[in-house]
């Protein structure tokens, strides 16, 4: 970092693009940890149960899991379109890819919604009386399940909603072609709970 | 850099500008400063509610040494004891502690320090201190729900946090908030150090608070999510009972343990680096003389957050762990020592040849030196392996924590604020009185927590209601001590406090320091600099005392 | 240091004592020149300071003897610690369960008692477990403590050199009665121990 | 630093990330269906591990950001790696 970028930030001390960028990147790692904390019990858990993860990934459906995958990652290369379309002048074109990943990120909570009801329905949920009556590797396997993707699942709201508020700033030109940071920041987070989601799928729906 | 006007009458404002107290008003009363933006009153801010905090937890810490003076029951039920232990670690470690430096010190001096006019993201430092603020109450509310506070501990383990019956979701969310407050403090404080240092100030050219207050930054944002999402993961099983660490549902204490652990070891670091920070500030202002091994303090505080965050597992050492994780863990211990020592050795390598005026904040960095290497030394028998299975969850595990804790990082707090309060408030404090509080602490403090030492050695375990009848002469000493040392507090409070309104108008430089902050007003002005001060010098250079005696000479 | 009680306290406080002894010696210098820099270098006496910025020959040797220094407290600790691990096989083993707030002792004869009996000059081993949340079965005047878990196998041995009777407590927070949780070992010569082991009535030896 | 802010990444990079992704998500759904033992969830977090880092690498502009965020982005994972093998250095020699 040289002096005369230092001289140029204190000029526009209210605007440093760079500064916001390095703040939502620190954001993001407290988010990954977070998220790692829960990998790390979900790693030692598997070592203990090896064989009762296995038998319990089968209540999950491969197929959905897919879909979602499909759906987030499609989600992310809308998002990042967006931010090239902005910044190429295209705010129509922007505003385009972010209603699409508005889109998607609704398809990815209709199909999670699909998923944890039959999972209700099937008498799978914490605290009920069939649940209890498993094995505890699959206990602890089905209670990881339910916290991880719904935690998941609520950052996928959270960047939801950011995102509906980034499609009105564009909209209105408070977002633009020279100003995009924002964007860009949404956009980070947008990954990084794509990212997430690129563990969870094979953690939970693939093992064997 | 502007000339450093040593001891000049004036309080170092030209009169065009208002200081930070007075800046022009976007709202009134309290909501000036409840909603202000600026660094400076948010460090005022979180200075008031830290202290009120910790005052309730001295009250607690009061009653729990009255009850042990003596065996049985003196003045409460055994569960009212085990509460206030509980809500004594809570508030001390969350909520006094771990803000204590880079939040008030660290926010009102880190941007004047480096050169800047504010953090990088104001706006997200005041909402950091609303949810410090809010996370405390929180965690205090179960004071007054029925069940009562939490009787866990703050260790929360488990199984025994999902089987009371008492209050304890409300002390996990608090945490959980608080450890928010702190990380956005981190980020904030990263961001800052990276993008607003002053034109000139490189790297190698920052005060040693900053260094600390970076290196304290990656510990808050790499290791407080996993004790947030830990105890969001505990307050969820208790909600919802899902199945994750309690044994009954196939969950495994001992992961719990470690999660815990990955954080609250590393909080130890965040609580003691800036402290270590501070010591490196006052030391070269009353030795007025360049601090010795500039950069090895620097890097060492860098090894200490590194080797810090790898060291938990030293507080499961009679858990049953594998053989392998316990030596390496043992040894990870051992190597946070060295840039410990380093350091200690550099500070007072500092004094060698200086010129030493004792002052109360060097009084307080002098007793930090003392406290904190008998911390460090019966830290290094905890991480001998057959040493810390007899010592191990006995009171010599809280004399040396607290001498850690309490005589260092707290020592450091008392010595920051004696050395930064005429920066601060404006005004000067009776350095007499200040120097006899200084007295009633140190002693109160080795009397109250010295004892515990020998009674842990002679196997007195901790969290104790009721105890043996041959440590009783231990803990009555212990108990006469803290009487002692709570004088010392309200003697130390009740002189900065007539200061705020009585003292003296500090000059703008009382000390004769030369990092940036004693170049301004006493107090600042509103944005700290009329202009960003070009920096050329080292940060510690008191060269010009030795050239001005030449020339007396 | 205090006894011999048991096998352990030779290890235990010669570390002890030797970091101890480290520490004073450390501890005592470093005290002593801060006085005596303190008193020496006082602004009256010494009103012109010298800006040394450091000596890198310095700081390299105190770098390298405290490295020196804490490997060699490593090492000893370590070593005293693995003879804690490894049970001989021939140890007396007896069943340990920690509850709210009592420990029971199952002899393998099937013999239950609230204090522990065992004869001197013998390997025994215990067998813990919890019934309910964590404990940790310590007795300080041997010098040792193992936590008492529950869905974990933890075991601890001890010699017991001395006949006598010694503190067992519980060092791990376990709730209400915690600090009551104490109970008695009760260190007898062998023919002794046989007597009573083989008897049906008498199953503490608090009338003793 | 302040040149890289510049770079304007293509649709056309974009598009083939994306078609690579979908082709490795492909892969692992296949290869889960074999039974490799042990290394089945070695191949599974292999290939998440390359899913994840393209994302970082394109789509959050990593490649093309300044150097100090992919110091940042190293020393996080970095720390979280060491939790987990830390962690498993009680785990895995247990008994």
């Not at chain 2, 008031?48 to 003045?75: C, D, H, N, W, Y």
């Amino acid at each position: 970092m040289n002096q005369t970028v230092d001289a140029a930030v204190h000029e526009h001390v209210h605007r440093d693009d760079v500064g916001a960028k390095i703040g939502m990147w620190l954001f993001l790692f407290t988010e990954l940890i977070l998220f790692g904390g829960m990998f790390l019990v979900y790693a030692v858990y598997r070592f203990t149960y090896r064989d009762f993860f296995a038998l319990a990934s089968k209540e999950l459906d491969v197929f959905i899991g897919l879909i979602n995958t499909l759906v987030l990652l499609t989600s992310s290369l809308t998002m990042a379109m967006s931010i090239t379309a902005l910044r190429r002048g295209s705010k129509n074109l922007s505003l385009t890819f972010i209603f699409l990943t508005i889109f998607f990120a609704l398809l990815f909570l209709v199909n999670k919604y699909f998923e944890w009801s039959a999972k209700f329905h099937h008498g799978l949920f914490p605290g009920s009386n069939e649940l209890l009556t498993l094995p505890r590797g699959e206990i602890v396997y089905f209670g990881l399940y339910y916290v991880m993707t719904g935690l998941h699942a609520l950052h996928v709201i959270i960047g939801l909603i950011i995102l509906v508020f980034m499609f009105f700033y564009v909209k209105s030109g408070k977002v633009n072609q020279d100003y995009y940071i924002m964007l860009e920041n949404s956009g980070l987070y947008w990954h990084l709970v794509d990212i997430i989601w690129i563990f969870l799928f094979p953690l939970f729906y693939l093992i064997h | 850099m502007t000339a450093i006007n040593v001891h000049t009458g004036d309080n170092g404002s030209n009169g065009n500008h208002l200081d930070y107290l007075h800046s022009p008003k976007k709202y009134k009363g309290i909501f000036n400063w409840i909603f202000s933006t600026d660094h400076k009153k948010i460090g005022i801010l979180y200075l008031i509610s830290m202290l009120t905090f910790f005052a309730v937890g001295v009250v607690f810490g009061f009653l729990m040494r009255l009850e042990l003076i003596s065996p049985g029951k003196t003045i409460m039920e055994p569960q009212t004891y085990n509460q206030i232990f509980t809500l004594h670690g809570v508030i001390m470690i969350f909520l006094f502690i771990i803000p204590g430096l880079p939040a008030v010190f660290g926010n009102f001096f880190l941007p004047i320090m480096i050169g800047a006019k504010d953090v990088a993201f104001p706006r997200l430092n005041l909402l950091s201190w609303w949810l410090f603020v809010i996370g405390g109450f929180v965690a205090l509310i179960s004071l007054f729900l029925p069940g009562g506070p939490a009787d866990t501990g703050w260790t929360f383990y488990i199984p025994y946090s999902v089987r009371t019956s008492t209050n304890v979701i409300p002390a996990l969310i608090g945490a959980f908030i608080l450890g928010f407050s702190s990380i956005l403090t981190g980020l904030n404080f990263i961001t800052t150090i990276h993008r607003l240092r002053a034109p000139g100030m490189s790297w190698f050219k920052m005060p040693l608070f900053a260094w600390s207050l970076y290196a304290t930054g990656w510990v808050q944002i790499l290791a407080t999510p996993i004790v947030g999402i830990t105890l969001l993961l505990v307050a969820i099983e208790r909600w919802f009972g899902v199945g994750i660490f309690d044994p009954a549902l196939g969950g495994d204490p001992i992961v719990y343990q470690h999660l815990f652990w990955i954080y609250s070891h590393p909080a130890v670091y965040i609580m003691i680096l800036p402290a270590m920070g501070v010591i490196s500030e006052i030391i070269p202002v009353y030795a007025r003389r360049t601090i010795f091994g500039y950069k090895f303090i620097a890097y060492s505080s860098m090894a200490i957050a590194l080797f810090g965050s790898l060291v938990w597992a030293h507080h499961m050492f009679t858990v049953g762990m594998s053989n392998t994780a316990m030596w390496l863990f043992s040894l990870l211990t051992f190597l946070v020592a060295i840039p410990s020592a380093i350091k200690v050795f550099n500070w007072v390598a500092t004094l060698y040849k200086g010129s030493i005026v004792l002052e109360p904040a060097m009084l307080f960095a002098l007793a930090f030196i003392f406290n904190f290497t008998i911390g460090g030394f019966t830290g290094l028998m905890q991480g001998a392996l057959a040493l810390n299975i007899h010592i191990h969850d006995t009171s010599f595990i809280v004399a040396h924590f607290h001498y850690v804790m309490f005589g260092g990082t707290g020592f450091g707090i008392f010595g920051a604020l004696h050395h930064w309060f005429p920066k601060m408030f404006g005004r000067m404090y009776n350095k007499k009185v200040a120097k006899i509080a200084w007295v009633f602490l140190f002693i109160g403090f080795q009397l109250l927590y010295f004892p515990l030492f020998i009674a842990g050695y002679l196997g007195m375990p901790r969290r104790y209601y009721d105890y043996l009848p041959e440590f009783h002469i231990w803990h009555f000493i212990s108990t006469v001590g803290s009487w002692i040392l709570i004088t010392g507090l309200i003697i130390m409070f009740t002189n900065l406090i007539i200061a705020l309104r009585k003292g003296e108008k500090a000059v703008a430089n009382p000390w004769g320091g030369v990092t940036l902050e004693w170049t301004i007003p006493s107090p600042p002005i509103h944005e700290n600099f009329e202009k960003i001060p070009v920096v050329e010098k080292d940060p510690y250079d008191y060269t010009h005392y030795e050239e001005l005696e030449e020339v007396k000479n | 240091m205090l006894s011999d009680a048991s096998n352990f306290i030779k290890e235990v406080d010669g570390v002890f004592l030797f970091i101890l002894g480290i520490s004073l010696a450390l501890l005592i210098l470093i005290t002593i020149l801060m006085i005596l820099f303190v008193i020496k270098f006082n602004r009256k006496r010494n009103p012109r300071p010298k800006n040394i910025k450091g000596n890198t020959t310095l700081e390299i040797i105190w770098t390298v003897i405290p490295t020196i220094l804490v490997v060699g407290m490593f090492y000893y600790g370590w070593y005293g610690y693995k003879k804690m691990t490894a049970a001989p096989k021939d140890a007396f083993e007896i069943n340990v369960n920690g509850k709210m707030w009592a420990w029971e002792f199952i002899y393998p004869n099937g013999k239950k008692t609230d204090t522990l009996v065992v004869p001197i000059q013998k390997p025994i081993k215990l067998n813990l477990k919890s019934l309910d949340v964590n404990h940790s079965l310590y007795i300080p005047a041997f010098r040792i403590k193992k936590d008492v878990i529950p869905n974990k196998d933890n075991s601890l041995w001890f010699i017991a050199n001395e006949a006598g009777v010694y503190d067992i407590a519980c060092a791990e927070y376990c709730g209400l009665r915690h600090s009551y949780m104490y109970s008695k070992l009760y260190a007898i010569h062998q023919n002794e121990f046989d007597k009573w082991y083989n008897s049906k009535t008498d199953t503490t030896l608090t009338k003793k | 630093m302040k040149h890289n802010e510049n770079h304007i990444v293509g649709y056309g990079t974009y598009i083939f990330v994306w078609l690579t992704l979908v082709a490795l998500t492909a892969l692992t759904v296949t290869v889960a269906n074999f039974d490799l033992g042990g290394f089945s969830i070695v191949i599974a977090l292999g290939i998440a591990s390359i899913k994840a880092l393209l994302v970082m690498l394109i789509f959050m502009h990593l490649k093309f950001d300044d150097r100090v965020f992919r110091i940042f982005v190293f020393v996080a994972f970095l720390t979280l790696a060491i939790f987990i093998v830390l962690t498993f250095s009680d785990y895995s020699f247990i008994r």
